[in-house]
T-cell receptor, first 116, second 113 residues
């Protein structure tokens, strides 16, 4: 079975600071990778995803993530954060085989607080 | 466009009472459907998934069950709730063969007292 580890449970940054949230996964086969975000009072929504191809993927709101296969990592980055980025961030994987129909495995999440 | 409806938004139930949470998806056919539970500091845990009517797979043994009586309807149930069933329950759907990208409902906050 696959597992996902997010290194930081709580991160506090000032506006305009750079952001990097770590994510590592464990699985013996090929995975699809995702970052989801949950803003306060809102539903979980997709930030970005990686299935194949260019390991550097760009998502919404200026976020990007890099898949490093040798490190089993998919870290999320943003060069300059804004107060509106305050949210809970989740890394997730699905098994590539079977088209991911058997669901996502999530990390425990990172609570990001941006101070104005 | 596709939408997912999940209700109720909040629920307070006594220990030992039954549970029924309903989720419906509009604007798509033959979706994969999921129930997740989100606990503070523990991320989202997959409880059940379904790839078709009447087809239910359980990921974690527990006091809950799921059913899919119609193509776009997914129900989470319990005959007798336990205190440990308290949590935030999320329904989600994905497109068959699309790699597992899931779209989530607003969730139900269940408190068992």
């Amino acid at each position: 079975a696959q597992s996902v580890s997010q290194h930081n449970h709580h991160v506090i940054l000032s506006e305009a600071a750079s952001l990097e949230l770590g994510c590592n996964y464990s699985y013996g086969g090929t995975v699809n990778l995702f970052w989801y975000v949950q803003y306060p009072g809102q539903h979980l929504q997709l930030l970005l995803k990686y299935f194949s191809g260019d390991p550097l993927v760009k998502g919404i709101k200026g976020f990007e993530a890099e898949f490093i296969k040798s490190k089993f990592s998919f870290n999320l980055r943003k060069p300059s954060v804004q107060w509106s980025d305050t949210a809970e961030y989740f890394c997730a994987v699905s098994r590539h085989s079977g088209g991911g129909a058997d669901g996502l495995t999530f990390g425990k999440g990172t609570h990001l607080i941006i101070q104005p | 466009s596709q939408t997912i409806h999940q209700w109720p938004a909040t629920l307070v139930q006594p220990v030992g009472s039954p549970l029924s949470l309903e989720c419906t998806v509009e604007g798509t056919s033959n979706p994969n459907l999921y129930w997740y539970r989100q606990a503070a500091g523990r991320g989202l845990q997959l409880l059940f998934y379904s790839v078709g009517i009447g087809q239910i797979s359980s990921e974690v043994p527990q006091n809950l069950s799921a059913s899919r009586p119609q193509d776009r309807q997914f129900i989470l149930s319990s005959k007798k709730l336990l205190l440990s069933d308290s949590g935030f329950y999320l329904c989600a759907w994905s497109v068959m063969g699309a790699g597992g990208e899931a779209f989530f409902g607003q969730g139900t906050r269940l408190t068992v007292v």
